[in-house]
């Protein structure tokens, strides 16, 4: 969590009502990692009606990752600030400190697991295949892979009644069944890019250590050039590289990321627009709002009053 988040969602300092909502209701339905036990928690979404009347606010989870599967569509979802429609079946990953909210349809059918991201990182660790995509958002609609969401699908349903049991084998069974869900997920994000060009090995390597190092530097640095030479290539090299994999260029993958923290701020925190715009680096508050107009239309100050008036505005 970027830190002014994370003091901010710890502390006891006053927080604007819809801020003070949204984390108390994140906490009373999902708590937080410590509090979670075992490895997977399984909720059908109808059984959360009661909590959320089919809408869940957008919030975020620290050190938890969720995975949504739903059946039918007409869901109307919002990740990382950005809308999302969701008109079939489909399979949502979501990792920790991706800001989601959700409007269901009445007797939407589907389920939601939740894992400890320390569990992720455990079970993925040096598979190469799955680490590549388990940090970032994915979405698996059944029109891209038909067959490996119909899987997941019934996984899921696997999971849900293994999750009810008791007994001493019922943790070993969850994480089995884990496991093969990240299996079809995999296949089907494979399968959703099989009409695309496929990437070559050295440049998915670069790019997974390009955005290594963009979530341990951002801080630190922004310029190309320099996360090149901490990958001991040519800024071109590593331009051209990271373009041919996700078709954005490596300054624009830097701006995004800026701007996702700054919107995270924006939305999470009480901070003024100006301590926002030193927290970042920006040298002047005045330079941050261009940046910001720039990137998304809006300035910082119009972004933050949109995002807290939401429920009124039915995000």
């Known amino acids: 969590m970027h830190r002014a988040d994370k003091d901010y969602h710890n502390s006891n300092q006053t927080r604007p009502p819809m801020i003070t909502s949204l984390l108390d209701r994140y906490r009373f339905v999902m708590g937080d990692a410590s509090a979670h036990v075992g490895l997977v928690n399984c909720e059908n979404i109808s059984d959360r009606r009661h909590i959320h009347g089919w809408r869940v606010e957008p919030h975020f989870h620290e050190g938890l990752t969720q995975v949504f599967v739903f059946r039918g569509g007409g869901i109307e979802a919002r990740i990382d600030f950005e809308p999302l429609a969701l008109d079939e079946d489909a399979v949502l990953w979501l990792p920790p400190l991706v800001s989601h909210g959700f409007d269901y349809p009445e007797d939407t059918e589907g389920w939601v697991l939740t894992i400890p991201s320390a569990d992720v990182a455990r079970l993925t660790a040096g598979r190469s295949w799955l680490e590549r995509w388990v940090h970032g958002a994915q979405v698996?609609?059944?029109?891209?892979?038909?067959?490996?969401?119909?899987?997941?699908?019934?996984?899921?349903?696997?999971?849900?009644?293994?999750?009810?049991?008791?007994?001493?084998?019922?943790?070993?069974?969850?994480?089995?069944?884990?496991?093969?869900?990240?299996?079809?997920?995999?296949?089907?994000?494979?399968?959703?890019?099989?009409?695309?060009?496929?990437?070559?090995?050295?440049?998915?390597?670069?790019?997974?250590?390009?955005?290594?190092?963009?979530?341990?530097?951002?801080?630190?640095?922004?310029?190309?050039?320099?996360?090149?030479?901490?990958?001991?290539?040519?800024?071109?090299?590593?331009?051209?590289?990271?373009?041919?994999?996700?078709?954005?260029?490596?300054?624009?993958?830097?701006?995004?990321?800026?701007m996702l923290k700054a919107k995270r701020a924006l939305v999470f925190t009480d901070k003024s627009v100006a301590e926002i715009a030193y927290d970042l680096q920006f040298s002047t508050p005045s330079y941050f709002t261009r940046f910001f107009v720039q990137q998304s239309g809006e300035t910082p100050r119009a972004f933050r009053d949109r995002m807290r008036n939401a429920p009124a505005d039915g995000m």
């Open 140 to 258: 698996l609609r059944a029109s891209q892979a038909a067959d490996e969401v119909r899987a997941a699908t019934s996984i899921t349903r696997q999971i849900s009644i293994e999750h009810a049991r008791s007994g001493e084998d019922r943790p070993l069974v969850l994480e089995s069944l884990f496991l093969l869900l990240l299996v079809r997920i995999n296949r089907g994000l494979d399968a959703a890019a099989s009409d695309l060009e496929r990437r070559p090995d050295r440049r998915q390597s670069l790019m997974n250590r390009f955005v290594a190092l963009l979530d341990s530097h951002l801080d630190e640095t922004r310029s190309v050039s320099d996360y090149a030479d901490m990958l001991s290539v040519t800024p071109t090299h590593l331009s051209r590289s990271v373009k041919a994999v996700c078709g954005r260029t490596s300054g624009e993958i830097i701006h995004d990321r800026i």
